[in-house]
């Protein structure tokens, strides 16, 4: 699945998309981002949850003063709201300015996408959950989908329509992400999730008791305990995606059952 060198000179545009909210579409996202970036890519990442704002919190951005808002205002340049969070990752806030806020972006994403794509070599996409005109255009501005979910029912089910308005906007959907897995035996399996989206899963992401205090510190999981399993199902879907093989980074909760394996054995 090589996709990020499929098209030399063009970005690639990759929508995350929820049909719940709180599945962890910014979370993961975000993560996600910085893995690219660790693949050599030039990464930018856009927040378009524009009434949640929550992608600057996660990056530790908040308070920026020209925001995604402003753009579409019609107040600023979009070349005016970009950050760089690292050399090859740079974000756009979407702000939480209530002045500007408006419920109908949908014709000034259209435009902002087609800038942004000729600024960078990935564009990522944190969608806001559920279908509105905004995720609509997005959509039909994106070359693929990405679709988030927790492994229950009710966010597996609602991720359907999302994968159907994809296919109505003839946007391929690349699999789903599935979040905040715990191995509790009430959660749905990776294969019934299969068969229910009849899309594959492309990363299994454990509940992570970190990524809350990390996103209260603004640090990304990735980077912060980068031999933890949420980092590693993210760097391998990095990996997947720009056609590269990962070796996952074993952690210290590991070596401790590999010693007592070897204790056990003697
Ligand atoms: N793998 C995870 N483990 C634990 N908490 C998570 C995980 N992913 C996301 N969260 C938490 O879930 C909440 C919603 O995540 P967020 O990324 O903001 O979701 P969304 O963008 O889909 O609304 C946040 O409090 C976030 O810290
Ligand atoms: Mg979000």
């Known amino acids: 699945m090589n996709l990020v060198d499929s098209k030399k000179n063009e970005a690639i545009k990759i929508a995350m998309v929820s049909g719940k909210g709180g599945t ?96 960078c070599e990935v564009l990522l996409i944190d969608c806001p959950a559920g279908l509105n005109q905004d995720v609509n255009s997005i959509i039909s501005s994106a070359d693929h989908v990405i679709v988030v979910v927790t492994p229950d029912i009710t966010s597996v089910s609602d991720a359907i329509k999302l994968i159907n308005l994809s296919s109505k906007l003839e946007t391929s959907v690349l699999g789903a992400v599935v ?35 990390n996103a209260a510190y603004g640090i990304l999981s990735v980077q912060k305990q980068p031999e933890s399993g949420l980092s590693n199902a993210i760097m391998e879907l990095a990996a997947k995606l720009t056609g590269n093989r990962y070796i996952p980074q074993k952690g210290s909760s590991s070596t401790l059952v590999d010693k007592l394996k070897r204790l056990l054995k003697r």
């Open 24 to 119: 962890g579409k910014s979370t993961v996202s975000a993560n996600l981002a910085f893995a690219l970036s660790k693949y050599g890519k030039d990464v930018v990442i856009v927040d378009t949850d524009v009434n949640m704002a929550n992608l600057e919190l996660i990056v530790g951005m908040e308070g920026m003063p020209i925001t995604l808002n402003s753009v579409m205002a019609g107040n600023a340049d979009i070349t005016q709201a970009i950050y760089e969070y690292t050399e090859n990752m740079r974000v756009v806030p979407a702000g939480v300015s209530l002045d500007e806020l408006k419920f109908d972006n949908s014709a000034e994403l259209e435009i902002i996408i087609e800038r942004l794509n000729s600024m």
């Open 179 to 213: 979040n905040k897995i715990t191995n509790d035996s009430s959660e749905l399996t990776t294969k019934a999730i299969e068969t229910i989206l009849e899309l594959p899963v492309i990363a299994s992401v454990p509940e992570d008791d970190t990524v809350r205090a």
